[in-house]
């Protein structure tokens, strides 16, 4: 998701844009768009006075919104005062990917966007789960979008993405694959290697996530990690801030845990309390589910498989130090109630650092406790808590 703004002087960019009054619609407006481009000197120009010119209409409240486009490309102008032209790819997560004429693919964080031109037809969807489709200009407090039954206005604080063209289901999906590597050699020599894989499909009111996690390590050339992650959800957005997810969990493999295989399907629903437009996300869900746990090489009297009752516990958060720069963080509690002693956590957290609109390099930490470990066959008891530290790089595709 990301691209080299570095050779614009662009500054990758988001927003933090105030609440306006909600969107309404006029049959009686219109569009004008040129059939041919004109040059990039001469066409900045009549870009700033034709989002000068709806920038006043929006501010009169006037009831006749006449959306007059200057030109036929998008044009994005940053808080700096650069401007660019070309293509809106998508925005989401206060990123926008813009296919510049010039500098091919940038992302640009909308915290410093201070204005589009987006004469381009594009779906806009908002913190609601609506959307609107057409040509749209954005301001620094406003979004208008040239509807088929007129334009509707909607505060710019309340968008939430933009795909490009209309709604194509290829939009929805995203792949993600992390790739990392540790090394140590002196008195003890140890290489780590941990690989994950996301993919996602996100619409207007759904999420739906599939994750694989693999961690393996080697200790003076004797395997010491080997662990399978499985992650799985899917989410229903009831309103702007709550949600419910009918079923997600966890599968894990861990022969040095004694876990042959436990399965951790459940029920939650939840709240996003905290949200600041390119600075912070963060999620809170509970509820309950099933855990089947079957070891690997338990001791006689362990009861194998163990099926228990829990509550799970969840919090996810993001949070944004600059345009390039930011960390994710998840902590899951799943509370067997039916055997408090096969209570486990999972925490996990991320830290990115942008390099291109596809790559960037990261720094990922894994934690894993089971509350009361089962005795093996040998007469020893696994260790409660692992830690698993990387360094590597993310690969994004869509």
């Known amino acids: 998701m990301r691209c080299s703004w570095w050779s614009v002087g662009l500054v990758a960019v988001s927003l933090l844009a105030s609440r306006a009054a909600h969107g309404q619609a006029d049959e009686s407006t219109t569009m004008v768009v040129p059939d041919t481009p004109s040059e990039d000197?001469?066409?900045?120009?009549?870009?700033?006075?034709?989002?000068?010119?709806?920038?006043?209409?929006?501010?009169?409240?006037?009831?006749?919104?006449?959306?007059?486009?200057?030109?036929?490309?998008?044009?994005?102008?940053?808080?700096?005062?650069?401007?660019?032209?070309?293509?809106?790819?998508?925005?989401?997560?206060?990123?926008?990917?813009?296919?510049?004429?010039?500098?091919?693919?940038?992302?640009?964080?909308?915290?410093?966007?201070?204005?589009v031109h987006a004469a381009k037809v594009n779906t806009y969807v908002f913190d609601d789960r609506s959307a609107l489709v057409g040509p749209a200009m954005i301001t620094?407090?406003?979004?208008?979008?040239?509807?088929?039954?007129?334009?509707?206005?909607?505060?710019?604080?309340?968008?939430?993405?933009?795909?490009?063209?209309?709604?194509?289901?290829?939009?929805?999906?995203?792949?993600?694959?992390?790739?990392?590597?540790?090394?140590?050699?002196?008195?003890?020599?140890?290489?780590?290697?941990?690989?994950?894989?996301?993919?996602?499909?996100?619409?207007?009111?759904?999420?739906?996530?599939?994750?694989?996690?693999?961690?393996?390590?080697?200790?003076?050339?004797?395997?010491?990690?080997?662990?399978?992650?499985?992650v799985f959800r899917t989410r229903v957005w009831l309103t702007r801030l709550w949600f419910v997810e009918p079923i997600v969990g966890q599968l894990l493999s861990d022969g040095f845990q004694d876990i042959r295989f436990r399965a951790q399907p459940a029920a939650t629903g939840g709240v996003r309390f905290l949200r600041v437009p390119s600075?912070?996300?963060?999620?809170?869900?509970?509820?309950?589910?099933?855990?089947?746990?079957?070891?690997?090489?338990?001791?006689?009297?362990?009861?194998?498989?163990?099926?228990?009752?829990?509550?799970?516990?969840?919090?996810?958060?993001?949070?944004?130090?600059?345009?390039?720069?930011?960390?994710?963080?998840?902590?899951?509690?799943?509370?067997?109630?039916?055997t408090l002693g096969n209570t486990n956590h999972t925490g996990f957290a991320e830290l990115f650092f942008e390099v291109t609109n596809i790559l960037s390099l990261q720094a990922s930490f894994l934690y894993l406790r089971t509350e009361e470990p089962r005795q093996r066959a040998n007469g020893t008891f696994p260790v409660k808590n692992d830690y698993f530290f990387t360094l590597g790089v993310s690969l994004t595709l869509g």
Do not use: C
């Open 41 to 115: 000197s001469v066409a900045v120009v009549e870009v700033k006075r034709a989002l000068s010119t709806a920038t006043r209409q929006l501010e009169s409240r006037s009831a006749g919104i006449t959306l007059g486009f200057a030109d036929d490309s998008d044009w994005v102008g940053t808080t700096s005062g650069e401007w660019v032209r070309g293509n809106i790819d998508w925005m989401r997560e206060d990123n926008m990917e813009f296919d510049s004429n010039e500098f091919g693919a940038l992302e640009i964080n909308m915290r410093e966007v201070a204005e």
């Open 140 to 230: 620094t407090t406003q979004i208008a979008v040239q509807t088929e039954t007129g334009v509707v206005v909607r505060p710019r604080s309340e968008l939430s993405r933009i795909i490009e063209g209309g709604a194509r289901e290829l939009d929805n999906w995203s792949l993600a694959l992390d790739l990392g590597l540790g090394l140590n050699r002196g008195n003890s020599n140890q290489v780590d290697f941990n690989m994950r894989i996301d993919l996602a499909r996100e619409d207007r009111r759904t999420l739906s996530e599939l994750g694989y996690l693999f961690n393996l390590g080697y200790a003076d050339r004797a395997l010491n990690v080997a662990r399978h992650v499985v």
């Open 279 to 338: 600075k912070a996300l963060w999620d809170l869900a509970v509820g309950f589910g099933y855990q089947y746990n079957r070891l690997l090489d338990p001791d006689l009297g362990v009861e194998n498989p163990a099926n228990d009752g829990l509550t799970r516990f969840e919090t996810r958060a993001r949070f944004d130090f600059t345009p390039d720069v930011y960390l994710t963080l998840t902590w899951v509690t799943n509370l067997t109630f039916t």
